[in-house]
Nanobody
Framework: QVQLVESGGGLVQPGGSLRLSCAASGFTLAYYAIGWFRQAPGKEREGVSCISASNSNTYYADSVKGRFTISRDNAKNTMYLQMNNLKPEDPAVYYC????????????????????WGQGTQVTVSS
């Protein structure tokens, strides 16, 4: 059974850091394009950061460039989103996603392109 299970969300002060994890089961994450999306109340889900299966190409939303880093650990079949210098505009439910493409170099930045999704984890930024 294909599954993505997220962890690591929580409450952090402005300027703080969090690392989100997303453990995959039922498939080998190393062969998949992966991404992190977020959805704030009243807003559409948006792409935050995505990376190709080859890890050679990445995408970051302008709002998180220089603060967030996407990565994966193939040995653990897990993907991560390191979030530093969190700002008041970052709170949302964060979702991990994965999908397979034969082109390992492709970066997929829209939610419609992803087949598998995590359940979401809440990130709150407040002093």
């Amino acid at each position: 059974q294909v599954q993505l299970v997220e962890s690591g969300g929580g409450l952090v002060q402005p300027g703080g850091s969090l690392r989100l994890s997303c453990a995959a089961s039922g498939f080998t994450l190393a062969y998949y394009a992966i991404g992190w999306f977020r959805q704030a109340p009243g807003k559409e889900r948006e792409g935050v950061s995505c990376i190709s299966a080859s890890n050679s190409n990445t995408y970051y939303a302008d709002s998180v460039k220089g603060r967030f880093t996407i990565s994966r650990d193939n040995a653990k079949n897990t993907m991560y989103l390191q979030m530093n210098n969190l700002k008041p505009e970052d709170p949302a439910v964060y979702y991990c996603a994965a999908t397979y493409r034969t082109d390992s170099m492709v970066v997929l930045t829209t939610e419609d392109e992803y087949d598998y999704w995590g359940q979401g984890t809440q990130v709150t930024v407040s002093s």
